[in-house]
């Protein structure tokens, strides 16, 4: 460990949505002085750390861990709508509050055994299209024809670790996957605020991400890509085609119950594999318009999210190795407090 690490410092400060003027005006520092700590350039004295540690709840410690941390990251779903509008403070608090479970899943791991990531991977030499990457990784799986259950157990049990979080009220954003190609599996962190239906799309997307652009920077034709393959994964064009022609917005209402994806999701599918027309499509967008199901579904079709296990079974077993929540509180650098925060 090294005496004062300022990037947990700054971790801190973003995790908890404050300015550095908030820190400094909170612990008796000019601006000047505290922003000299977090870059490095001024170590801080005892008397400081303790302040600092004081007003930012975060114990002593913390501040030396050492610990390269994750810029946003392989996907941000949906990143390229153009709705979409993710302030400085927000992205910053959401990256810091990731960059956290990732310290901590860092450590849990050591007292814990994970199997490596058993997926196929079609980037690099192996590229293949989005939907016959989806195909191939359903074969993987042993996926029967049709609707896929369960997604988020086959993705756990291929080694990826799947974290329900607190984005906040403003982000609008549904998934992202962060990756330390050094220590971690993948970490698909999705918003526990998006219904069940966009959640299961959301993974799937995501897990398109892994299989499809490890290791690559985000663009838009990432993301089309990634959106190909989650619709291939969820609603493949053999398997759903039948269903979806002469679709009616009642029918929709069903189909959803039966493939657990939205109604819209179904509809554009229905285009795309060219179940129905141009026209057609059109018209079906127009009624969901009318009846206000693009902004929300009725309520009547709404299923229940399918719910991760890996986080809580590392939790489970490095409380058994620990002994107490105390103890692993301890071990994780965080007050109790926020350990609710984390993994209520």
């Not at 209402?253 to 819209?264: D, F, H, I």
């Amino acid at each position: 460990m090294t005496t004062f690490n300022p990037d947990m410092l700054q971790l801190t400060r973003q995790y908890r949505h404050f300015t550095q003027k908030d820190v400094a005006l909170g612990t008796s520092l000019t601006q000047g002085f505290y922003s000299k700590i977090e870059k490095g350039e001024a170590v801080p004295s005892v008397e400081v750390v303790h302040k600092l540690s004081e007003f930012l709840k975060v114990p002593e410690d913390f501040f030396k861990l050492e610990y390269q941390l994750q810029g946003m990251p392989m996907s941000l779903h949906p990143l390229f709508r153009k709705r979409l509008s993710l302030g400085k403070h927000d992205k910053e608090s959401m990256q810091a509050m990731m960059n956290l479970y990732l310290i901590h899943l860092d450590r849990m791991l050591q007292n814990t055994k994970h199997q490596s990531l058993n997926l196929p991977v079609y980037f690099g030499e192996n590229v293949i299209t989005a939907e016959k990457a989806a195909n191939a990784v359903r074969e993987f799986w042993g996926v029967p024809t049709g609707p896929l259950l369960g997604l988020t157990q086959l993705i756990e049990n291929s080694g990826c670790i799947v974290i329900m979080a607190d984005f906040g009220r403003s982000v609008k954003i549904d998934g992202v996957t962060m990756r330390n190609f050094e220590h971690l599996p993948p970490v698909i962190f999705l918003n526990k605020r998006t219904p069940a239906d966009r959640l299961r799309f959301t993974l799937a997307h995501e897990i398109g991400h892994v299989v499809m652009h490890c290791g690559q920077h985000e663009s838009e034709m990432a993301e089309e890509q990634a959106n190909i393959f989650a619709s291939e994964l969820l609603m493949p064009r053999a398997d759903i085609f039948h269903d979806l022609e002469k679709v009616t917005i009642e029918r929709l209402a069903m189909l959803k119950w039966k493939w657990k994806v939205s109604m819209g999701a179904l509809l554009m599918r229905a285009k795309r594999v060219e179940a129905i027309s141009e026209e057609r499509s059109s018209y079906l967008w127009r009624r969901m318009s009318t009846l206000g199901y693009r902004t929300q579904e009725p309520p009547e079709t709404a299923f229940a999210p399918e719910q991760p296990v890996r986080l809580q079974e590392i939790l489970n077993e490095n409380l058994v190795k620990l002994g107490n929540k105390s103890e692993l509180c301890a071990y994780l650098h965080v007050h109790a407090e926020d350990y609710i925060n984390f993994y209520r």
